[in-house]
C-alpha cells in the first residue's frame, strides 16, 4: 500500500530541480509556465527599460551633446556591441560562481543605478541645438564636459548591468521547463517564441511612448521613466521565488575547467596518429552517436597523455562531445555577423533618414522619426503569432518535426528576409535623395524633404519579420545546442554575435569615412544627409549579407545537433 501511493509522489518531483532552499520540488507546484510567465514579465519591463534608454539615442548624441551623425553612429555602435559582448563575462560569473537567481537581482540593482545616473546627466545644463544656432553661422558649441562624462559613464554602467540580466534572465526562464518531460519540452520551444513577443511587445509600446516624451518634452524625464520600470521588474522577479526551479548542480566540476581539459589533452597528444585513435575509440565502444564523424582530432583527448610528467587521466566521451557541441557553434556564430551588422542600422542611419522627410499627422503633430522601430515589434508581433499558430502547425504536417523547420532553417530564412530588407532600404534612400534634388534641397540639410516618412515602414516591418526567423531561431539554437551546465554562456554566444556585429558596423563606418571625405570628396556619411549616400552603404550591406548567406548555408548542411535534436 505504501508504495503504491510513494510512486505517484516520486513521478511528480523534477529530476535535477530544486527550490530556493534547496529541496525538490514538484512538477505541479513549480516552474513550467506559472514560473515562466512571470519572468517574461520581468524581461518586458526590462526591456522596456534598456529601450527607452537606447532607441533614441543618436537624436540625444547629435542634438543634446552635438555630435557629428558619423560619430554617433560609431558611438552607438561601439556602446551596443559592449552591451551584446559582456553578456559572455555576465554568464561566465552566473554558470561558474553566482548562479542565474543572484546574477539577476545584483545586475537588476546596478542597473536601477546607472539609469538613475543617465537620469541626473540629463538635468545637467546642456547647450543644446537651439543655443548653438543663436546666430547664422551656425558655429560649433562644445558641451558640458561634466555631462558627457556623467552620460557615458551611466550608459556603459547599464550595458554592463544588461550583461548579467540578459542572458541570466532567458536562460532561468527557460530552465523552469523540464526537457525531459513530453509536455514540458514543448511548451520550452514555445517559451522561445512567446519570450520574443513580449521584448518586442515592449520594443513597440517603448519606442512609441519614449521617444515622444524625449523629443517633446523632456529628456530627464525619458530616462527617468526607465529607471522605475527597472525597479518594478526587481520587485516582480522577486515575488516569484518561492515558485522557480534552480538546477541542482551537486558536486559536478566546473564545465569550464571540464571542456578546457579536452583541448588541452588534445593538443598534448598531438602526436597520436589516426590507428591509435582508432584503437582507443574501440576501446571505449560505440560512441554515443555520429557526432563523433566531425572533429575527430579532439578524439586525442580520449588517451591519457604520453608526456605527461604527473599523473592524469584521459577525458571520457561526455567530456569530448561536449567539447566538440562548442567547437561546431564557430561557423554558424561567424556566418552569422553579417546579419548582426545590418541590424546595428535600425537604430541609427534609419533614424536620421526619419528626420529629413516629412513626419506630420495632423497639423501641430510630428510623428518622432524613432517610433518608427516600433514597426519591428509591430512586424515580430505579428509574424511571431502567424508563424506558432499557422506556419508551424502546418510544416509538422510535412516534416513529421515537433518545431515544424530545423532551428538552422529558420535562421537562414530570416537572413534572406534581412537582404530583402536592405533592398529595400537603399531602393527607399535613392528615392529619399532624388527628391531633394529634385525640389532643390541639397544645400539645406535642415529644410523638410516633401516625400512621407512612411515609406520607410516597409523596411521596418521587414527587419521585424527577419528578426521572428533569425533572433528568436538563434536565442533556442544557442541555448539548446551547449551543455546543460553552460546555458547562460549559450544565450550570451548569440548576444555576442550582435556586439560583434556592432563594432563591425562601427569599423566599416570609419573605413568608409575616411575612403570616402577629404580633397573635396563628399563622404558617404556627410552631416548633411541630402548630399550623404547612405544608398551606397545599404547596397554594400546587401552584398556583404549575400555572402554571409551563402557561407552559413554551406556550414548548416552539415551541421550535425547535439543529443540527436534537429528541432
Known amino acids: 500500500m505504501f508504495n503504491k501511493m510513494e510512486a505517484p509522489l516520486l513521478d511528480e518531483m523534477v ?225 516569484g521565488t518561492r515558485k522557480y526551479r534552480f538546477g541542482n548542480r551537486g558536486d559536478e566540476e566546473n564545465p569550464f575547467v571540464r571542456i578546457g581539459r579536452v583541448f588541452i589533452t588534445a593538443i598534448r597528444n598531438w602526436h597520436v596518429n589516426s590507428s591509435e585513435i582508432a584503437h582507443e575509440e574501440e576501446t571505449h565502444g560505440l560512441l554515443p552517436n555520429h557526432n563523433s564523424k566531425q572533429l575527430r582530432f579532439l578524439n586525442k583527448a ?72 516600433s514597426f519591428i515589434s509591430l512586424g515580430v508581433v505579428i509574424s511571431l503569432v502567424i508563424y506558432d499558430r499557422v506556419l508551424i502547425p502546418t510544416a509538422r504536417k510535412f516534416t513529421g518535426k515537433p518545431s515544424g523547420i530545423t532551428m538552422l532553417q529558420r535562421i537562414g530564412f530570416g537572413m534572406l528576409l534581412s537582404i530583402i530588407s536592405m533592398v529595400v532600404a537603399a531602393l527607399i534612400e535613392g528615392k529619399r535623395l532624388k527628391t531633394a534634388r529634385e525640389y532643390g534641397l541639397v544645400d539645406l540639410p535642415k529644410a523638410t524633404i516633401p516625400l512621407s516618412i512612411w515609406w520607410l515602414v516597409p523596411q521596418y516591418v521587414l527587419f521585424g519579420v527577419a528578426s521572428t526567423f533569425t533572433m528568436v531561431g538563434l ?17 550570451s554566444l548569440n548576444l555576442s554575435i550582435f556586439g560583434t556585429g556592432s563594432f563591425l558596423s562601427s569599423f566599416l563606418i570609419s573605413t568608409i569615412e575616411k575612403l570616402t571625405s577629404g580633397d573635396g570628396k563628399q563622404s558617404w556619411f556627410d552631416n548633411n544627409l541630402n548630399k550623404a549616400h547612405l544608398d551606397y552603404f545599404y547596397w554594400l550591406l546587401v552584398g556583404l549579407s549575400v555572402v554571409g548567406l551563402a557561407a552559413f548555408l554551406c556550414f548548416a548542411r552539415t551541421y550535425i545537433y547535439n543529443k540527436g535534436n534537429t528541432t
Not at 24 to 43: D, M, N
Not at 321 to 345: M, N
Not at 351 to 364: A, E, F, H, N, Y
Request: charge should be neutral; proline fraction near 4%.
Open 475 to 491: 536565442q533556442e539554437f544557442f541555448y539548446d545546442q551547449v551543455p546543460s551546465r553552460i546555458r547562460s554562456i549559450g544565450v
Open 15 to 239: 529530476e535535477g530541480a530544486v527550490d530556493y532552499n534547496g529541496h525538490p520540488v514538484c512538477r505541479f507546484t513549480s516552474g513550467g509556465w506559472r514560473s515562466a510567465s512571470l519572468i517574461i514579465g520581468v524581461e518586458i519591463a526590462e526591456r522596456f527599460a534598456f529601450y527607452g534608454a537606447s532607441s533614441n539615442l543618436i537624436n540625444f548624441l547629435t542634438d543634446q551633446l552635438q555630435q557629428s551623425t558619423a560619430r554617433a553612429a560609431k558611438n552607438i555602435n561601439a556602446w551596443s556591441g559592449t552591451a551584446a559582448l559582456l553578456p559572455l563575462l555576465g554568464a561566465f560569473l552566473a554558470d561558474c560562481f553566482l548562479g542565474r537567481y543572484r546574477t539577476i537581482i545584483i545586475s537588476s540593482a546596478l542597473y536601477v543605478l546607472g539609469l538613475g545616473l543617465l537620469t541626473v546627466s540629463a538635468t545637467l545644463p546642456s547647450l543644446g541645438i537651439s543655443a548653438c544656432q543663436q546666430t547664422e553661422k551656425f558655429l560649433p558649441c562644445s558641451p558640458n564636459p561634466v555631462q558627457v562624462i556623467l552620460f557615458f559613464f551611466s550608459l556603459y554602467l547599464v550595458a554592463f548591468a544588461q550583461g548579467g540580466h540578459k542572458p541570466c534572465v532567458q536562460a532561468f526562464g527557460a530552465d523552469q521547463f523540464d526537457g525531459q518531460h513530453p509536455e514540458e519540452s514543448k511548451a520550452k520551444s514555445s517559451f522561445f517564441n512567446w519570450w520574443y513577443f513580449g521584448i518586442s511587445l515592449a520594443g513597440f509600446l517603448t519606442v512609441n511612448v519614449m521617444s515622444y516624451v524625449q523629443d517633446y518634452l523632456s529628456w530627464s524625464l525619458g530616462f527617468g521613466i526607465p529607471c522605475i520600470v527597472m525597479v518594478f521588474a526587481l520587485a516582480i522577479f522577486l515575488l
Open 302 to 373: 580520449l588517451i591519457v597523455p604520453n608526456s605527461s610528467k604527473e599523473e592524469s587521466q584521459a577525458c571520457s566521451i561526455n567530456e569530448v562531445e561536449e567539447a566538440k557541441a562548442i567547437l561546431r557553434l564557430v561557423p554558424i556564430w561567424v556566418t552569422c555577423l553579417t546579419y548582426a551588422i545590418v541590424f546595428s542600422q535600425s537604430s541609427t542611419f534609419f533614424i536620421k533618414q526619419g528626420v529629413t522627410l516629412d513626419r506630420s499627422i495632423v497639423v501641430g503633430f510630428e510623428v518622432p522619426a524613432a517610433s518608427l522601430q
